[in-house]
């Protein structure tokens, strides 16, 4: 469906914008108001990683007056691979300034506000207020459900965008014309059931194919040109190189954007989608070690069987020395087990800790009580133990 334009347009344009924006203004239907739009238009882009990295960099050269960037993290040599707003030189610097650094260079007449901070249900409101349309590059679902009930709080449209692997996944979220976020996912997923890009992984130009969308979708918005992804949602397959889109309704029943709402204000997310499950929890309250106990454990030559529970490729790239591997799968189907010595402590690790958590209930809970996990896993070994080993 088309929606009417977003923004107002301004006044004018230079001579010089005139000159840069020269291949929209000859579009009929971009033109000058359209690009008069973009000029007055306010983008708050959340993230400046692998899908914020393109959308800020197209968004600057399409002429958006102003952008606004919420990232707190800093950026590291494993983000080049795909977060192509930031360079070798860029490594260790802030992802926000980073990217305003790379702004800067493709266009001058764009305005960067940078907010350096985690985005979290004490400042989200006062943040987003001051934007015409959000555009969500996140890539955990703690902050994805935050974004989305602050805009329908705001009645402020969202780009969506998600990746992992060759898989991409693109929609418009705008609560006064369509569905939500909840209308598509009502619920997270349970704590550990969908691998983050930094377990599975990312090919790193999916990140500019959906980009790339979140960009196209942002400005037909602003402009009110051409039908948006609203109620439709957008899946791109990369290995098969296919495009498809499906439906998406408003749900009537929806606990923000419904007839009834039971989310009328912002709620604890980390909470809501919980970062590990109450089992993976509890069993981790009173086992988990440190990469510095574990080392002790080896150099003492300790009673120990210790387990990987990554995948293949992950333990090709590190391994802890000693460390068997275990993938979690088998440990929930509960095939790994019979692997389990009755000997020797059994000491489970991961790349963070979070699948090693989930490993650990289930072992605990078929009589290994006094398995432990280490928190933090190869990540934390690398950074405290021998950083000589490479880090992903």
């Not at 980390?270 to 499950?277: I, R």
């Not at 109450?278 to 300790?302: C, H, N, P, Q, V």
């Amino acid at each position: 469906m088309s929606l009417p334009p977003l923004v107002e347009p301004a006044a004018g344009l230079s001579v010089d914008e005139v000159r840069r924006y020269s291949r929209h203004l000859i579009i009929p239907d971009v033109g000058m108001a359209g690009q008069k739009r973009l000029k007055n238009a306010k983008v708050l882009i959340v993230g400046a990683g692998g899908l914020g990295s393109p959308a800020l960099l197209y968004l600057a050269a399409a002429g958006v007056g102003t952008l606004g960037i919420v990232d707190f993290d800093t950026v590291d040599e494993s983000n080049l691979q795909r977060q192509i707003i930031h360079g070798i030189s860029d490594v260790g610097k802030p992802k926000a300034q980073s990217a305003k650094e790379s702004i800067a260079e493709i266009n001058p007449y764009v305005t960067v506000v940078l907010h350096p901070e985690r985005l979290d249900s004490s400042n989200v409101m006062e943040i987003f207020a001051g934007y015409d349309l959000i555009v969500d590059g996140t890539d955990n679902f703690a902050t994805r459900y935050l974004v989305n009930d602050a805009c329908v709080l705001l009645h402020k449209p969202y780009v969506w965008g998600s990746i992992y692997r060759f898989d991409g996944q693109a929609s418009v979220f705008w609560a006064d014309y369509g569905p939500c976020y909840r209308c598509l996912y009502p619920e997270p997923p349970p704590p550990g059931m969908v691998p983050s890009c930094a377990e599975g992984g990312v090919l790193g130009v999916l990140c500019a194919s959906i980009g790339s969308i979140q960009v196209n979708e942002a400005i037909k918005l602003i402009t009110g040109i051409g039908d948006p992804l609203a109620g439709r949602l957008m899946i791109y397959d990369a290995l098969e190189m296919s495009y498809r889109t499906v439906r998406v309704n408003k749900d009537p029943e929806c606990a923000v954007c419904g007839k009834n709402p039971t989310v009328t204000e912002l709620i604890d997310y980390d909470a809501f989608c919980g970062a590990v499950s109450d089992e993976a929890a509890e069993a981790a309250a009173d086992s988990t070690i440190t990469a510095t106990d574990l080392k002790g454990m080896l150099d003492r030559g300790d009673a120990i069987f210790l387990v990987d529970v990554r995948e293949p490729n992950e333990y090709e790239i590190v391994s802890i020395p000693g460390a068997t591997l275990i993938p979690k799968g088998e440990f929930l189907s509960g095939a790994a087990l019979e692997r389990l010595p009755q000997d020797k402590r059994v000491v489970l690790h991961c790349k963070t800790g979070v699948r090693s958590a989930d490993c650990l209930a289930v072992v605990k809970n078929a009589g290994f009580s006094d398995a432990v996990h280490v928190g933090g896993g190869v990540l934390a070994w690398v950074s405290q133990v021998d950083p000589s080993l490479p880090s992903y």
